[in-house]
């Protein structure tokens, strides 16, 4: 059997990454979710905040969606994001 690279990491899209959060979240009634646009909501909230859907209020602000997912187990040491193709 040959050696792996030490550097070798498997990509994950932020689109799974996002999808594999929320699954996590839903456990305790939250959800990450992305601002649109750029108006007050990025200003004030971030590219990424979570939510709490029972109450519909924003709970945590300006969150990095790659910590986050680690955070939770939901992305892995040998796991890497990668930027979505066809954008």
């Known amino acids: 059997m040959g050696k792996r690279g030490a550097a070798a990491k498997v990509p994950v899209t932020m689109r799974v990454l996002i999808q ?18 750029e108006g007050r909501a990025r200003q004030d909230l ?8 029972r109450r519909n209020v924003a709970v945590v602000t300006q969150t990095d969606p790659e910590a986050l997912g680690r955070g939770l187990e939901c992305l892995q040491p040998w796991e890497q994001v990668v930027e979505e193709e066809g954008g």
Request: hydrophobic share 25%; glycine share 12%.
């Open 20 to 37: 594999r959060i929320n699954r996590k979240l839903a456990e305790n009634g939250k959800q990450l979710r992305r601002s649109r646009g």
């Open 46 to 53: 971030g590219n990424y905040y979570v939510i709490d859907t």
